[in-house]
């Protein structure tokens, strides 16, 4: 696609239930990045692909989060037994090769609510 | 680790001023990558301006430049003849050389009033 597509655009979910976010990468893009951005917060890190391979998830933040891309495009994020700590907009971003140097794509995210 | 700081939670400029945004970082690394990203209202991170470490001259893309201080750890940007579209948060990232995980400030809200 022409861009890095996010579903939904919000969720609202109750405390206590299972979450799986999605995130459609630029057709092709090798590395794929979740970032978490509380409210007027900078974004923070959470985990990182090159292609299917999960390379680094040092930054989710329990095990309750967890992260696939099986097929090296698509990939989800799942959060288990929401919490409201877990409400923050959820923001991924692709780029063509490994090098940085290519720059990266962001998607608009995804509004997480926990009530 | 690295840090990155930015001191401002708001500014506010008029319609064709020149508005100044601070950010200062902390590395131990000798190489690395910096950026200016966008947000508007969208939530879409929108790159604005990077700048590379081992380069000394300071990046410019149209009316973006910064001000790059290396012993200082410091980048700022600057936005000249500013308009309403610029209205945004923006923030300072960081990422070392490598496959380009990054680290964001706090961010600054930049108004833009006609």
């Known amino acids: 696609g022409a861009g890095v597509s996010q579903s939904p655009r919000y969720k609202v979910a109750k405390r206590g239930q299972d979450v799986a976010l999605r995130c459609d990468p630029i057709?092709?893009?090798?590395?794929l990045f979740w970032y978490q951005q509380a409210l007027g917060q900078g974004p923070e890190f959470l985990t990182y692909f090159q292609n299917e391979a999960q390379l680094d998830k040092s930054g989710l933040p329990s095990d309750r989060f967890f992260a696939e891309r099986p097929e090296g495009s698509v990939s989800t994020l799942k959060i288990q037994r929401t919490q409201q700590e877990d409400s923050a907009v959820y923001l991924c971003a692709s780029s063509l090769r490994q090098a940085f140097s290519d720059g990266y794509t962001f998607g608009s995210g995804t509004r997480l609510t926990v009530v | 680790a690295q840090t990155v700081t930015q001191s401002q939670p708001e500014m506010s400029v008029q319609e064709a001023e020149t508005v100044t945004l601070s950010c200062t970082y902390d590395t131990s690394e000798s190489n690395y990558y910096l950026f200016w990203y966008k947000q508007p209202p969208s939530r879409q991170m929108i790159l604005v301006i990077r700048q590379e470490a081992y380069k000394q001259q300071n990046a410019t893309e149209n009316r973006f430049s910064v001000n790059f201080q290396k012993a200082a750890k410091s980048f700022s940007l600057k936005i000249s003849d500013s308009q309403l579209g610029d209205t945004a948060m923006y923030f300072c990232a960081f990422t070392r050389d490598g496959w380009g995980k990054l680290q964001f400030g706090a961010g600054t809200q930049v108004v833009v009033t006609p």
């Open positions: 057709s092709g893009h090798v590395s």
